[in-house]
């Protein structure tokens, strides 16, 4: 896109299946990461902690002279307790000492993105989003990071189109406390409060409901009848049926 001349770019993160703090993408455009030796390393989650220095000479002109606004799908800081790290690495097949080996190095790394740039992506909102890289866009492209479902709400006039409803019913594929960490349902959830709707909650799996419940949401309800493989859970006819009798039962108590 940066050789076709592009300059501008809406880039949605989220949904990763690494941890590499954008490191693997930024080597792409010239950024180089060395270790103590003055090696470059490849960039991916294993080179995190022997990251000693950062070289953005090579970083290509093009990107320097472009804005970058990234939709985050979540609010994630880089590391920490509520870190890239610890509430996603284990989605990604991380056991418990990688989530610490990955952590210790987000933080160093965070360390060394500071002493090269001067910002500190530590505690930045966003900067966890897709394992680090929304840390990595915001540190050396300058980006702006920007809640994802923020930005779609917006575009779809979305506060206007739900004025006067008696029920929001929203829905993702699993619903836990990372929910409430900038993800669709919380963002529906929030204009909705703004405008006194109650907001009922429909996923496959449902974990920590009283947190859920007690940031706003009427009810949670899995759509799931019984124990069913994945694969079943996840045919679309299978699904869509579930859906239609889930929200059937939900009408007939409000309506």
Same mark, same amino acid.
Not at 21 to 44: E, I, W, Y
Not at 80 to 94: E, H, I, L, N, T
Not at 101 to 127: N, Y
């Given at each position: 896109?940066?050789?076709?001349?592009?300059?501008?770019?809406?880039?949605?993160? &989220?949904?990763?299946?690494?941890?590499?703090?954008?490191?693997?993408?930024? =080597?792409?455009?010239?950024?180089?990461?060395?270790? =103590?030796?003055?090696?470059?390393?490849?960039?991916?989650?294993?080179?995190?902690?022997?990251?000693?220095?950062?070289?953005?000479?090579?970083?290509?002109?093009?990107?320097?002279?472009?804005?970058?606004?990234?939709?985050?799908?979540?609010?994630?800081?880089?590391?920490?307790?509520?870190?890239?790290?610890?509430?996603?690495?284990?989605?990604?097949?991380?056991?418990?000492?990688?989530?610490?080996?990955?952590?210790?190095?987000?933080?160093?790394?965070?360390?060394?993105?500071?002493?090269?740039?001067?910002?500190?992506?530590?505690?930045?909102?966003?900067? &966890?989003?897709?394992?680090?890289?929304?840390?990595?866009?915001?540190?050396?492209?300058?980006?702006?990071?920007?809640?994802?479902?923020?930005?779609?709400?917006?575009?779809?006039?979305?506060?206007?189109?739900?004025?006067?409803?008696?029920?929001?019913?929203?829905?993702?594929?699993?619903?836990?406390?990372?929910?409430?960490?900038?993800?669709?349902? =919380? &963002?529906?959830?929030?204009?909705?409060?703004?405008?006194?709707?109650?907001?009922?909650?429909?996923?496959?799996?449902?974990?920590?409901? &009283?947190?859920?419940?007690?940031?706003?949401?009427?009810?949670?309800?899995?759509?799931?009848?019984?124990?069913?493989?994945?694969?079943?859970?996840?045919?679309?006819?299978?699904?869509?049926?579930?859906?239609?009798?889930?929200?059937?039962?939900?009408?007939?108590?409000?309506?």
């Amino acid at each position: 896109a940066l050789n076709r001349g592009c300059r501008k770019f809406l880039v949605g993160i &989220g949904g990763s299946a690494t941890n590499d703090a954008g490191t693997g993408m930024l =080597s792409a455009l010239g950024v180089r990461f060395l270790d =103590s030796r003055g090696q470059r390393l490849k960039g991916c989650g294993r080179d995190l902690e022997s990251i000693v220095r950062i070289d953005m000479s090579s970083l290509m002109p093009a990107a320097r002279e472009s804005e970058f606004i990234v939709a985050c799908d979540v609010n994630t800081p880089f590391c920490g307790p509520d870190g890239a790290a610890r509430v996603f690495a284990p989605q990604k097949g991380a056991d418990a000492d990688m989530v610490k080996e990955l952590d210790v190095a987000m933080q160093h790394l965070s360390d060394v993105i500071f002493r090269t740039t001067g910002k500190d992506v530590s505690l930045h909102p966003g900067a &966890g989003a897709a394992g680090g890289m929304g840390g990595g866009l915001y540190a050396f492209l300058d980006a702006q990071l920007k809640p994802g479902i923020e930005l779609l709400l917006e575009t779809l006039d979305f506060a206007e189109k739900i004025k006067d409803a008696d029920l929001l019913i929203t829905g993702e594929g699993k619903s836990d406390r990372q929910t409430l960490m900038g993800k669709v349902p =919380s &963002g529906i959830l929030q204009e909705a409060r703004r405008q006194h709707i109650p907001v009922i909650l429909l996923a496959g799996a449902i974990e920590d409901a &009283g947190i859920l419940n007690a940031a706003g949401f009427r009810g949670v309800f899995s759509i799931t009848p019984s124990p069913v493989s994945l694969e079943q859970a996840m045919q679309p006819e299978f699904a869509q049926e579930n859906i239609r009798r889930t929200v059937e039962q939900i009408c007939r108590i409000f309506f």
